[in-house]
């Protein structure tokens, strides 16, 4: 019998396979309506940039490239007036609430000194200027949300110590209780009229419609959230300080999480990520946990969530996946997929930051005794070379992997689905479990040639 207790940790030294960080511009921008992003870099990063974001740039979206020339990088030319120009006509053409500047690895090379130049700019011109450095020395591309949030939770207002003094968060306030009836088709029914802010920040960028299924989710356990970082304005960004629970919902995000707790003196609540029905389920678990809540009705509604997909998990148990690590997402999927009945070979990621997936490993080692599968490899900074010769003597069903090495698998005979694709869809929480099974099973259906009968099932839920 394998050893449920401790996973086997090993490290390579392979590259790192994924995109640019500067790629977070795909969905930031989006997200913070009222924001303008300036990507302060060189050819290559303006092709690699309409490129991975398609003909969205076309469409005039709100970001853009700032293009270091020859006298930038030789000092010939004064940064500040050249960024003044830029910023100024950024503010006549768009007026936003705040200017987001991402640093390339050349602002690194020639040593810009963004942080100076910035407050400098930001009084003559009256906006915000954020400085966020997603370069080349990040291990994932989706490490440029965790530098931008970093960044932006020092611009968050200052929470009030008087206000903490009021609402002690230690005992249990008999007046937030409220009463749940579980209805025939357990839906959940409040009936307290008011209901007060729980000291709760959560951190992660996701959809707007995403965040409200989450609120709703810690609503019916009566906890309303303060706050998200980001917001969708920038003068909504939730207030921070001590006494601040701060969670977050992505696996990716422990600078942001060190920030929130040594900067701003917040209270980190370390959980699994809301990543399938089990993943959503204890994440809840553990926010009520803190603020001395009994959960109602979570288990019910996981397992109404599982007896919706077992279309699709019937597809996939017993089947084996092989991670070969792109976007720092891998453990929580892993665990999700080995709840569904998967078999996972080998996890292989970029980085593990081990304080900050605390509580995800430990779920994962749960996950494995309660499903009777062996602990999967984690591979830190995998070599793709010998991750192929591994899966050459395997033969996993399926492998998620980068876009790179997507189309030599498959000339190997081996279904391949793109990691890319999991950070750019709706993964979390309860209602967007169908999500994760349609991408992981669609290689897998078309390969067994029963696409047909899942299309329209799909259009039927």
Not at 65 to 76: N, T, V, Y
Not at 113 to 135: F, T, Y
Not at 309 to 315: A, F, L, N, P
């Amino acid at each position: 019998m394998k050893n449920f207790e401790i996973p086997a940790f090993e490290c390579e030294t392979g590259n790192y396979h994924t995109f640019c960080p500067i790629s977070c511009v795909a969905w930031l921008y989006q997200k913070i309506e009222d924001s303008f992003f300036l990507v302060i870099g060189t050819k290559t990063c303006g092709y690699f940039l309409q490129n991975a974001l398609g003909v969205m740039i076309f469409a005039e979206p709100r970001y853009a490239m700032a293009e270091l020339e020859e006298g930038d990088i030789s000092a010939q030319l004064n940064n500040h007036e050249e960024l003044k120009k830029i910023c100024l006509q950024i503010k006549n053409d768009r007026n936003p609430s705040v200017i987001i500047w991402i640093g390339t690895c050349t602002t690194e090379i020639i040593k810009m000194d963004l942080e100076g130049i910035a407050p400098k700019l930001e009084k003559q011109i009256g906006i915000p200027i954020i400085v966020a450095r997603a370069n080349g020395l990040d291990y994932a591309f989706t490490q440029g949300e965790d530098t931008v949030l970093a960044a932006m939770a020092h611009r968050c207002p200052e929470y009030k110590n008087s206000e903490l003094r009021q609402e002690p968060t230690n005992k249990i306030d008999n007046s937030s209780q409220i009463k749940i009836n579980n209805s025939s088709n357990n839906n959940f029914i409040s009936e307290r009229i008011e209901l007060p802010k729980s000291k709760l920040v959560l951190f992660g960028s996701l959809p707007s419609s995403v965040a409200s299924q989450l609120n709703l989710e810690l609503k019916r356990q009566s906890i309303l959230v303060l706050g998200w970082l980001p917001s969708q304005r920038y003068n909504e960004l939730p207030s921070l300080g001590e006494g601040i629970y701060v969670c977050g919902v992505n696996p990716f995000l422990s600078r942001t999480a060190t920030t929130l707790m040594r900067r701003r003196k917040c209270q980190l609540i370390g959980s699994p990520f809301p990543i399938g029905p089990d993943g959503t389920r204890a994440w809840i678990e553990k926010i009520c946990s803190v603020f001395n809540k009994t959960p109602v009705g979570l288990n019910e509604r996981e397992n109404q969530i599982w007896k919706a997909v077992q279309d699709y998990t019937r597809i996939i148990k017993g089947k084996s996946v092989f991670f070969m690590g792109d976007n720092l997402l891998e453990i929580s999927l892993a665990r999700f997929l080995i709840r569904c009945g998967m078999v996972v070979y080998e996890i292989g990621i970029p980085y593990m930051d081990k304080r900050y997936q605390a509580a995800e490993l430990l779920f994962l080692q749960q996950t494995c005794k309660k499903m009777n599968t062996p602990l999967p490899r984690i591979v830190e900074k995998p070599d793709n070379y010998s991750q192929v010769q591994r899966m050459h003597e395997l033969k996993p069903h399926l492998a998620i992997t980068g876009m790179a090495h997507a189309n030599p698998l498959e000339a190997r005979n081996i279904n391949t689905k793109w990691s890319v694709e999991f950070t750019f869809a709706q993964i979390h929480g309860f209602t967007n479990v169908q999500d994760i099974l349609e991408l992981v099973t669609r290689p897998l259906r078309c390969r067994s040639g029963i696409m047909s009968d899942f299309q329209s099932l799909s259009k039927q839920t």
